[in-house]
């Protein structure tokens, strides 16, 4: 009895929160073994990784995280490398700007490229601990007992969006930056001395998650100290109100300021994105406002309440449009147990600001406007990917604010109905997504409910603390089960596929062939998608996520390709493209395929080397970064819109498309589109294929012979267009019967509406396969009208003759680098020249030392005029806006530095002593 007594004696002085919290040593002792409880427990989540034998990085078609983070991180690794901090990335695409040296995320590339897998694993695990501790240290405000903030602060740090998420960058993030932010909110409000906190952690939420984090948080930021002062400060009057007010406003825009750098370009790059204006219009705006959030999926969002892993690893979500899009509200089952007690035992003012604060959260479950609203218009209505953190946040704390009144008072019937409830809706969610979800997986957040509720029932009737440690034990261990399962599903990059899809061999054997050192493009039409952003290579496939590219490229891809644009009204995804004719205008030198197949030779190329991986092939005659047109040669847009756009490549070859232009354009025109009609007749048709092309059926067909020195694969492809939507198609062509080494023709096409025109040199074929290879969000994708023609002589004189025309000013890159070119051109006559990197404001050109006009060129490019002879050419990019961010980022940081240091300076002159911190809020 003795010892029982004793060991009771024991768990009463762990779990009863001290009558001195002022004890330093005490509140120390319990922070170091809650961050080495949170250290142990996020390796063990983690342990599959730490061998890495897998990487901690998503895989999967169309993925954000192999296909344009990892690229940008290691874009990044070589910039910092070279200190080559320029906000414009001519690997993204045709070029577009990309922010890195003032994005936190990019810490990872510091350490460099071959560090780059373990550093995003190690970024990871801090952001885990570091997101428990802010949290933490946030609930020291609400005064809650040190067992509550362990078990709210792992929920946090273990959060079904931080796990899930978790080989994303920006989106674990956030789940840190908004606890540090909540964490420095309170210290604004309570410390009037303590400035730092808040505006560098707004600042540093901008650099991660751009403009939608602004709209965002700003709004969470409003919210979230109107509750504080509301909840917690009922004394304060309405002078104090408007003074703490007045001082969050000026912190708020001090980071603001702060987040120039990379908010400025932001803005920037938003203004000119297709992708936005085509998201936050008029008519889509009111139409989201009314759209409500289905039964469905508010069953989806319940049970991800409950447990991350209820329906496995977000396999079958219903209604969202992607795999980041569903929602992730899990960081506990005591969370949500404690909500309906946080109401219990408090005022009436506070009551009505927790219904207020649990109010405006709900908007966030019901309504898909509201969630457009405020995620920036960077995503879908039906997309939760920016709501989900502030969500588990609210949870988090109204839980621990209702679990701390549970240890007190566990009220047994209301508690026994609440969890009867809990499970009801849990079942019955369930036969609403009845198909989606795995029904084992629902067993586990049950028996906790349920074990919960009988461990705080026996501690009511019994009032020994055993039963609440054994529940403070076993919500680590519920957290720790669930997040394990959730983090080894992940589907991800073992090191031989990482190696494989991101290693540099391609760049080796570039740079051996380019004896000239002129930069050139790359295009390829097979799976290596990642290698232009991830080795710098220039190429003219790219994913593109976030707010896309310039809506002039967009612009000019939708003039030239199918009409996946034109249905979308943006692009996120850049195809490439097979039309010989556009790949030589955009300065494509080479080609490359990998070494397994025989590919074939693309018009007006040459297979140049092969080490046994890649192969590259040569088009000595690409005009390069810098194409000469004579004044013959320009004509005006609506000209150019009048061709067909299958027919607007090979114009593009011996025309320069300037808005606009003087009536002498039509008159070019006329003489340009009579030779172009010439030279596109078709030639004789050697053989259709018997059946149009599937994803589940092929075409085999034979071919007559024939003398031409070129054969064209034509087809019409037709698919629904849709954000990911892709085909690949494959092409084979046989000599005889038994060719057992066929040419192989790959296509990576957008899925839409495009008439596809492929020229191959003509071997004597005599028999044709193709088919489908893969589709990605596109299940109707078909081939009609296959079939093999001759290329006419007429045709391959065009474009070789238009090569010759481009390149005539014999231009020769003597100087490059991300924001500038230096080129020595010489201009047979007076006209134009055509440089194919996107026209912006900050590309600025000057000819023998003189700046000149630019203007748009072919819908898109830069454009300036060329008087004859022999010139020094330089292009000179300038981010005025990045200039001025880094200004006022400078400037905030000063102001605030100085009152920092003043205030300390006052500080310590007045008391003697550091001012007014609360013992149990902050760790000495």
């Not at 047994?412 to 019955?428: E, M």
Request: charged fraction near 15%; charge should be negative.
């Amino acid at each position: 009895m003795k010892l029982a007594a004793s060991a009771e004696a024991i768990l009463n002085d762990f779990l009863t929160e001290r009558d001195t919290p002022r004890d330093k040593r005490q509140r120390r002792r319990q922070f170091l073994a809650f961050l080495a409880l949170l250290s142990v427990f996020t390796l063990l989540i983690y342990s599959s990784f730490l061998t890495t034998a897998r990487y901690l990085i998503y895989y999967g078609v169309g993925s954000d995280s192999i296909g344009q983070t990892v690229p940008f991180f290691l874009n990044a690794a070589d910039r910092f490398s070279e200190l080559t901090f320029s906000t414009w990335n001519p690997s993204q695409f045709l070029g577009s700007t990309t922010i890195q040296l003032f994005n936190p995320e990019y810490f990872v590339s510091f350490f460099g490229r071959e560090a780059l897998p373990v550093m995003m694993l190690v970024s990871q695990l801090a952001k885990v601990i570091l997101a428990g501790v802010f949290f933490y240290l946030f609930l020291g405000y609400y005064r809650v007992s040190y067992r509550t903030r362990v078990v709210a602060s792992l929920g946090i740090a273990f959060c079904g969006r931080m796990l899930a998420l978790a080989p994303w960058t920006a989106y674990t993030a956030e789940v840190t930056l908004l606890a540090a932010l909540l964490w420095a909110i309170e210290r604004a409000i309570t410390h009037p001395r303590k400035l730092v906190a808040f505006p560098v952690t707004f600042a540093l939420i901008v650099m991660v998650l751009s403009v939608y984090g602004m709209v965002l948080y700003t709004a969470i930021t409003i919210m979230y100290a109107s509750f504080s002062m509301g909840y917690r400060h009922p004394e304060l009057d309405r002078k104090a109100v408007g003074r703490t007010i007045l001082r969050l406003l000026i912190l708020y825009a001090c980071g603001v300021l702060l987040s120039c750098p990379a908010l400025l370009p932001y803005l920037d790059a938003y203004g000119k994105s297709a992708r936005v204006s085509q998201d936050i219009s008029l008519s889509s705006l009111l139409g989201n406002l009314t759209q409500l959030t289905s039964p469905e999926l508010l069953s989806e969002e319940y049970l991800k309440a409950l447990s991350p892993s209820v329906t496995g690893f977000m396999e079958s979500y219903t209604g969202c449009v992607g795999f980041l899009d569903t929602p992730n509200y899990y960081c506990g089952v005591l969370a949500l147990m404690g909500l309906p007690f946080a109401f219990c035992g408090k005022t009436t003012r506070q009551r009505v600001w927790l219904g207020v604060i649990l109010l405006f959260t709900g908007l966030f479950f019901i309504s898909g406007g509201f969630r457009f609203l405020l995620g920036g218009a960077a995503v879908e209505s039906d997309s939760f990917r920016m709501s989900s953190t502030w969500v588990i946040f609210v949870i988090a704390l109204v839980g621990a604010i209702g679990t701390e009144e549970l240890w007190a008072r566990a009220r047994g019937r209301l508690l026994l109905c609440y969890a009867g409830v809990l499970i009801i809706l849990a079942l019955v969610s369930a036969l609403l997504l009845a198909g989606h979800i795995r029904p084992f997986r629902l067993l586990l957040p049950l028996v906790v409910i349920a074990g919960y509720t009988t461990l705080l029932l026996l501690y009511r009737s019994t009032k020994r603390p055993l039963f609440v440690l054994l529940l403070a034990l076993a919500v680590p261990i519920e957290l720790l089960l669930s997040g394990y399962r959730l983090v080894t599903d992940v589907p991800v990059l073992t090191k031989e596929s990482y190696d494989s899809s991101f290693n540099d061999d391609l760049s080796d054997l570039l740079e051996e062939q380019t004896s000239d050192n002129q930069p050139s493009r790359v295009d390829y039409q097979t799976d290596l998608l990642t290698s232009p952003m991830a080795n710098s290579y220039l190429g003219t496939e790219s994913y593109i996520g976030g707010i896309g590219s310039f809506d002039s490229v967009t612009n000019f891809m939708k003039s030239v390709g199918n009409d996946y644009i034109e249905t979308l009204g943006y692009s996120r995804y850049t195809y490439g493209f097979s039309d010989p004719s556009l790949n030589a205008i955009l300065g494509v030198r080479y080609t490359v395929y990998p070494g397994a197949d025989n590919f074939f030779c693309p018009l007006g190329y040459q297979r140049v080397e092969t080490d046994g991986y890649y192969q590259l092939f040569e088009n000595p005659n690409a005009p390069g970064f810098f194409s000469f047109f004579p004044s013959s040669s320009v004509i005006s847009k609506e000209d150019y819109l009048s061709v067909e756009r299958g027919q607007r490549g090979p114009l593009l070859l011996h025309s320069l498309v300037v808005q606009d232009w003087d009536e002498n354009s039509s008159r070019n025109f006329e003489s340009i589109s009579g030779d172009l009609s010439a030279a596109l007749r078709s030639g004789s048709v050697l053989g259709d294929a018997p059946n149009d092309v599937t994803s589940s059926q092929g075409a085999e067909f034979s071919l007559a012979m024939s003398e031409s020195k070129y054969i064209a694969l034509r087809f019409d492809l037709s698919a629904t267009s849709t954000p990911s939507g892709n085909i690949r198609v494959r092409a084979e062509f046989y000599r005889d019967e038994n060719d057992d080494s066929p040419v192989v023709a790959p296509l990576y096409l957008a899925a839409g509406n495009e008439h596809v025109y492929l020229p191959v040199p003509n071997e004597g074929y005599r028999k044709v396969k193709v088919w489908i290879v893969s589709t990605n969000a596109c299940d109707d994708a078909r081939l009609s009208n296959v079939g093999i023609e001759e290329v006419t002589d007429d045709y391959v004189d065009y474009y070789e003759s238009g090569c010759a025309e481009r390149a005539s000013a014999n231009a020769t890159v003597t100087q490059y680098s991300n924001d500038a070119i230096s080129a020595e051109v010489t201009a047979p006559e007076d006209g134009m020249m055509l440089v194919p990197i996107p026209k912006t404001d900050s590309w600025h050109v000057s000819i023998d030392g003189n700046e000149v006009e630019t203007f748009v060129a072919d819908l898109a490019f830069i454009g300036f005029e060329v008087p004859q002879g022999n010139h020094v050419i330089q292009l000179t990019y300038k981010d005025e806006s990045y200039g001025l961010g880094v200004g006022l980022f400078a400037l905030s940081s000063g102001v605030l530095a100085g009152t920092k240091i003043t205030l300390t300076r006052r500080e310590r002159k007045d008391t003697g002593k550091h001012f007014g911190t609360p013992p149990s809020t902050t760790l000495p």
